[in-house]
C-alpha cells in the first residue's frame, strides 16, 4: 500500500500546486499550467488507482489516455483564447481582464 | 234599412278620411265628398225614421228601454270583458240622427260659400265630417264605449275647429279652452262610466237598462252626478259654460254645428239615453234640473248686453241647453229631446244667418249693423223665422217644445224653477228681438259697411231656406197631427211612467193654461220691452246703461272666468312652480349634480389608487425592487474569472470534505 499512498500523495500535491497556480498566477499561461497540473493529478491517480487496485484491468489507464486527449485539446482552445485576448486587449494579466463583470 | 243604419256614421267618416288624404286632388278640394256623405245620411235617416213609425214592429227588441232595433259586432275582448260596436235605433236616436244629417248637410253646403277661397279649405270639411261622424257614432251607439268614443272624438274635433283659424292667438286659445274646459267634464262622466260599468259588469244599455236597475240603484245618484258633468262640460252648463262664449272665434259654420247638431247636443243626448239611471235618483233629477234652470237664467242675462251678434247667440245657445237640460231634471226627457231638435234647426239657422251678416259686413258688432234688412233680403227673412221660433211665438216649432218643458217643470210642482224658466223665456223674447232690431232695422250705423254689403250666394241662402222650413213648422207638424213627440221617443218605463203621471196632473189641475198662459206673457212682455227699448228708445237702453253702471257691468261680468284662472293659478301654477323648484334643488342640484360631484370624489380615490398603489407600488416599485436586488447581487459578478474558480474550487472542497463525511 505503501507504493499507491506515495503515488496519490504526489497526485494531491500536483493537485493542490495545479489548484494554487490556476488561482493564484496572474498570468493566463500561468493559470493554464495550472490546469494542466491538475489534469495530470488526475491522471496520475487514474493510472495508480487502476494499477493498485485492480491490477487485471486498463479502464484507468485508457481514462488516462483520454484525459491526456482532452488536455491537449484544451491547450489548444485555451491558448487560442490567450492568443486572441492578447490581441485585442494586449495584455495576458487576469486583473486587467474583467470583461464579464456585471 | 235599418240593418245598414251603420252606413250613417261610417261614410262621413270616410269622407273625412279621404279628404284628409286625397282631398286636394279632387275638384273642390273634396269638401262634396263630406255633403255627398252627409246627404246619403240624411236620406237614410228620414227613411228610417219614416219606416218605424209606419212600421213599428221594425223595433224588433222589447226592452224595458222601449222597443228598439240593435246590431252589434265583437271588437275585442279584455278578459271576460267583450267590447262591441253596435248599432241602437229607436225613436230618440232615429230622431237624433235626422237632426244630425240634416244640420251638418245643411252647414257643410253652406261652408262651400262662406269659407270659399279662405286657408285650408279642404281640411275644413273633413273635420266638419269628422266631428258628424263623431257625433252619428255616440247617437247609434249601443254601449258605454262606443259612446265615449264618439264623445270624446267630439271633443278632439270641437278643439280642431274652434281653433281653425290657428294663426290668430284668441282662435287657438278658445280651441284650448274648449277642449281643456269639456275635458273637466268628461273626467266625471269618464268616471260615472267605469262605475257603471263596475257596478253592472255590462257596457250595453239595453242589457244595463232591463236586467241591472236592481244593482244600480244603491250608487245611482253618484252616477248619474258623475255623468252630469260630462254633460256640464259638454252642453256648456253652469259652471263650465265659459268655453261657449270663447268658442265664437271658430269659424261661423262651425257655430252652427257644434250649437245645433253635434257637441252640446251629446251633453243632452246623454242625459236622455241615461235617463234611466237618473230616473233611479231623485236627489240627481233635482240637482239636473237646477242646473239647468241656473243655466238657462244665467246665459239669458248675460246675452242682454252683448254686442258680438255671435256672443249674442252663444249665450241663447247655453240659456236654450239650460232649458233642454231643465226638461231632463224634472223627469221629462222627451221634453228636453223635443226642445234639443227644434232648436237645432232654429239655432242652426240664425248661426247660418249670423254667419251671412258677417259674410256681408265684416264684422261681428252690432252697434256697426242696422237696417241690413234691406239689403239681405233672404237671411233678414230666414233668421226673421228663426227668431220667431226661439222666442216661442205662438205656432212656431219652439213654442210647442218650450212649452212642453216649462209644462214639465209645473207639473212636478217645481214653481220655483217655474218662475226662473218663464222669466228666462222673458229674457230670451227681449236679448233676441233686440239683436234683431240692431242688425236688420233701423238706419245703417255704419254707411261704408252698409253700402258694401250684399246678400250671399246661394249656396249660403238655401240652407237658411232649407232650416226655416221645420224651424217653422216642425212644431205644428207633431201638434196637428195628433203625434206626440213622445211615440217618436220612447223611454224607459219608469221614465214614461213620469210623462204620463205628469200628463194626468196637467189634465186634474188645469196647469196647461197656466203655462200657456206664462209663455205667452213671457213673449209678448219680452216683444214689448225690446221693441220699446230700441225701436222706440224709451227708455233708451243707453241712458239706461249708463244710469245703472253696476247693472251694467255686472251684467257684462264673466264672473267665473276670473274665478278660473285663479283655481288655474292655485292647481297649476303652484304646483308648476312648486316642482320647477323641485326640478332645480332636489332634481338638478341634488340628483344630477350630486351625481357629479360623487363621481368627482370616486374619481379621486380612483386616482390616489393608481398613483400610489397601481404606478408606486407595483410599477415602480416592482422596478426599484429588481434594481435593488440586480444591484445587490451585481457585486457578486466581478468578472475576474479567477475569483470565479476559486468559488468552484472551494465549493467542490466542501463538497468533497462532504461525501467522506468530515461534517457528520
Known amino acids: 500500500m505503501s507504493g499507491l499512498f506515495g503515488y496519490l500523495l504526489i497526485g494531491a500535491i500536483l493537485l493542490a500546486l495545479g489548484i494554487y497556480g490556476a488561482l493564484a498566477r496572474r498570468n493566463l499561461l500561468g493559470v493554464l499550467i495550472g490546469i494542466e497540473l491538475i489534469f495530470n493529478a488526475a491522471n496520475i491517480n487514474f493510472v495508480a488507482l487502476n494499477r493498485y487496485l485492480h491490477p487485471g484491468q486498463s479502464l484507468g489507464q485508457a481514462a488516462a489516455i483520454f484525459v491526456i486527449a482532452l488536455a491537449a485539446a484544451e491547450a489548444v482552445v485555451g491558448l487560442a483564447l490567450v492568443l486572441t485576448i492578447y490581441r485585442n486587449f494586449r495584455t495576458v494579466l487576469s486583473e486587467n481582464l474583467n470583461l464579464l463583470k456585471g | 234599412m235599418l240593418e245598414h243604419a251603420y252606413l250613417i256614421p261610417l261614410l262621413p267618416l270616410a269622407a273625412s278620411l279621404l279628404i284628409l288624404f286625397f282631398g286636394k286632388r279632387l275638384p273642390l278640394e273634396g269638401a262634396f265628398l263630406g255633403i255627398l256623405a252627409a246627404g246619403w245620411g240624411l236620406i237614410q235617416?228620414?227613411?228610417?225614421?219614416?219606416?218605424?213609425?209606419?212600421?213599428?214592429?221594425?223595433?224588433?227588441?222589447?226592452?224595458?228601454?222601449?222597443?228598439?232595433?240593435?246590431?252589434?259586432?265583437?271588437?275585442?275582448?279584455?278578459?271576460?270583458?267583450?267590447?262591441?260596436?253596435?248599432?241602437?235605433?229607436?225613436?230618440?236616436?232615429?230622431?237624433?240622427?235626422?237632426?244630425?244629417?240634416?244640420?251638418?248637410?245643411?252647414?257643410?253646403?253652406?261652408?262651400?260659400?262662406?269659407?270659399?277661397?279662405?286657408?285650408?279649405?279642404?281640411?275644413?270639411?273633413?273635420?266638419?265630417?269628422?266631428?258628424?261622424?263623431?257625433?252619428?257614432?255616440?247617437?247609434?251607439?249601443?254601449?258605454?264605449?262606443?259612446?265615449?268614443?264618439?264623445?270624446?272624438?267630439?271633443?278632439?274635433?270641437?278643439?280642431?275647429?274652434?281653433?281653425?283659424?290657428?294663426?290668430?292667438?284668441?282662435?287657438?286659445?278658445?280651441?284650448?279652452?274648449?277642449?281643456?274646459?269639456?275635458?273637466?267634464?268628461?273626467?266625471?262622466?269618464?268616471?260615472?262610466?267605469?262605475?257603471?260599468?263596475?257596478?253592472?259588469?255590462?257596457?250595453?244599455?239595453?242589457?244595463?237598462?232591463?236586467?241591472?236597475?236592481?244593482?244600480?240603484?244603491?250608487?245611482?245618484?253618484?252616477?248619474?252626478?258623475?255623468?252630469?258633468?260630462?254633460?256640464?262640460?259638454?252642453?256648456?252648463?253652469?259652471?263650465?259654460?265659459?268655453?261657449?262664449?270663447?268658442?265664437?272665434?271658430?269659424?261661423?259654420?262651425?257655430?252652427?254645428?257644434?250649437?245645433?247638431?253635434?257637441?252640446?247636443?251629446?251633453?243632452?243626448?246623454?242625459?236622455?239615453?241615461?235617463?234611466?239611471?237618473?230616473?233611479?235618483?231623485?236627489?240627481?233629477?233635482?240637482?239636473?234640473?237646477?242646473?239647468?234652470?241656473?243655466?238657462?237664467?244665467?246665459?239669458?242675462?248675460?246675452?242682454?248686453?252683448?254686442?258680438?251678434?255671435?256672443?249674442?247667440?252663444?249665450?241663447?245657445?247655453?240659456?236654450?241647453?239650460?232649458?233642454?237640460?231643465?226638461?231632463?231634471?224634472?223627469?221629462?226627457?222627451?221634453?228636453?229631446?223635443?226642445?234639443?231638435?227644434?232648436?237645432?234647426?232654429?239655432?242652426?239657422?240664425?248661426?247660418?244667418?249670423?254667419?251671412?251678416?258677417?259674410?256681408?259686413?265684416?264684422t261681428n258688432e252690432m252697434p256697426l249693423m242696422g237696417g241690413l234688412a234691406k239689403k239681405l233680403v233672404f237671411t233678414s227673412i230666414t233668421m226673421g223665422v228663426a227668431w220667431l221660433a226661439i222666442i216661442g211665438f205662438p205656432f212656431t216649432s219652439g213654442f210647442y217644445s218650450k212649452e212642453a218643458i216649462l209644462g214639465a217643470v209645473y207639473n212636478r210642482h217645481q214653481y220655483v224653477l217655474f218662475g226662473i224658466a218663464a222669466f228666462s223665456a222673458f229674457l230670451t223674447t227681449f236679448y233676441m228681438t233686440r239683436m234683431m232690431i240692431l242688425t236688420f232695422y233701423g238706419t245703417p250705423r255704419d254707411a261704408h259697411r252698409f253700402g258694401h254689403a250684399h246678400e250671399s250666394g246661394p249656396s249660403m241662402t238655401i240652407p237658411l231656406m232649407v232650416l226655416a222650413v221645420p224651424s217653422a213648422f216642425l212644431g205644428l207638424l207633431f201638434h196637428s197631427h195628433g203625434l206626440s213627440f213622445d211615440k217618436w221617443v220612447q223611454l224607459t218605463g219608469k221614465a214614461a211612467e213620469h210623462t204620463a203621471h205628469a200628463a194626468e196632473a196637467a189634465a186634474g189641475h188645469g196647469g196647461h193654461y197656466i203655462v200657456l198662459g206664462a209663455s205667452l206673457a213671457a213673449v209678448s212682455l219680452g216683444l214689448v220691452l225690446s221693441i220699446a227699448m230700441y225701436v222706440f228708445k224709451t227708455p233708451d237702453p243707453a241712458r239706461l246703461a249708463a244710469a245703472l253702471p253696476g247693472v251694467y257691468r255686472l251684467l257684462n261680468d264673466r264672473f267665473f272666468d276670473p274665478f278660473y284662472v285663479k283655481i288655474s293659478e292655485i292647481f297649476c301654477f303652484l304646483p308648476a312652480r312648486f316642482l320647477s323648484a323641485f326640478d332645480y334643488i332636489v332634481i338638478d342640484q341634488g340628483a344630477v349634480d350630486g351625481v357629479g360631484r360623487l363621481g368627482g370624489m370616486l374619481s379621486r380615490v380612483h386616482r390616489w389608487w393608481d398613483d400610489v398603489v397601481v404606478d408606486g407600488v407595483f410599477v415602480n416599485g416592482l422596478g426599484w425592487a429588481a434594481q435593488k436586488l440586480g444591484a445587490g447581487v451585481r457585486a457578486l459578478q466581478s468578472g475576474a474569472a479567477q475569483a470565479y474558480l476559486l468559488a468552484t474550487a472551494v465549493g467542490v472542497f466542501a463538497l468533497v470534505l462532504w461525501a467522506v463525511g468530515v461534517f457528520g
Open chain 2, 45 to 362: 235617416s228620414i227613411a228610417i225614421l219614416v219606416s218605424i213609425y209606419v212600421h213599428p214592429e221594425l223595433l224588433t227588441n222589447a226592452g224595458a228601454s222601449g222597443p228598439f232595433f240593435e246590431m252589434s259586432w265583437d271588437w275585442f275582448s279584455v278578459g271576460f270583458t267583450r267590447l262591441e260596436v253596435g248599432v241602437l235605433i229607436d225613436g230618440m236616436s232615429a230622431m237624433m240622427l235626422a237632426v244630425v244629417t240634416l244640420v251638418s248637410l245643411l252647414v257643410q253646403i253652406y261652408s262651400v260659400g262662406y269659407q270659399h277661397g279662405k286657408e285650408r279649405f279642404g281640411r275644413f270639411f273633413a273635420y266638419l265630417s269628422f266631428f258628424t261622424a263623431a257625433m252619428l257614432i255616440l247617437v247609434v251607439s249601443n254601449n258605454l264605449f262606443q259612446f265615449f268614443m264618439g264623445w270624446e272624438l267630439m271633443g278632439l274635433c270641437s278643439y280642431l275647429l274652434i281653433g281653425f283659424e290657428f294663426e290668430r292667438p284668441a282662435a287657438a286659445y278658445a280651441g284650448r279652452k274648449a277642449f281643456i274646459t269639456t275635458r273637466i267634464g268628461d273626467l266625471g262622466f269618464y268616471l260615472g262610466l267605469l262605475l257603471l260599468f263596475t257596478t253592472t259588469g255590462s257596457l250595453n244599455f239595453n242589457i244595463i237598462g232591463s236586467e241591472h236597475l236592481g244593482t244600480l240603484a244603491p250608487v245611482a245618484t253618484l252616477i248619474a252626478l258623475l255623468l252630469l258633468c260630462g254633460t256640464i262640460g259638454k252642453s256648456a252648463q253652469v259652471p263650465l259654460h265659459v268655453w261657449l262664449p270663447d268658442a265664437m272665434e271658430g269659424p261661423t259654420p262651425v257655430s252652427a254645428l257644434i250649437h245645433a247638431a253635434t257637441m252640446v247636443a251629446a251633453g243632452v243626448f246623454l242625459l236622455a239615453r241615461f235617463h234611466f239611471v237618473f230616473a233611479l235618483s231623485e236627489m240627481a233629477l233635482t240637482v239636473t234640473a237646477w242646473v239647468g234652470g241656473i243655466t238657462a237664467l244665467g246665459a239669458a242675462l248675460s246675452a242682454l248686453t252683448a254686442t258680438d251678434i255671435k256672443k249674442v247667440l252663444a249665450y241663447s245657445t247655453i240659456s236654450q241647453l239650460g232649458f233642454m237640460v231643465l226638461g231632463m231634471g224634472v223627469g221629462d226627457p222627451t221634453a228636453g229631446l223635443f226642445h234639443l231638435t227644434t232648436h237645432a234647426y232654429f239655432k242652426a239657422l240664425l248661426f247660418l244667418g249670423a254667419g251671412s251678416v258677417i259674410h256681408a259686413v265684416h
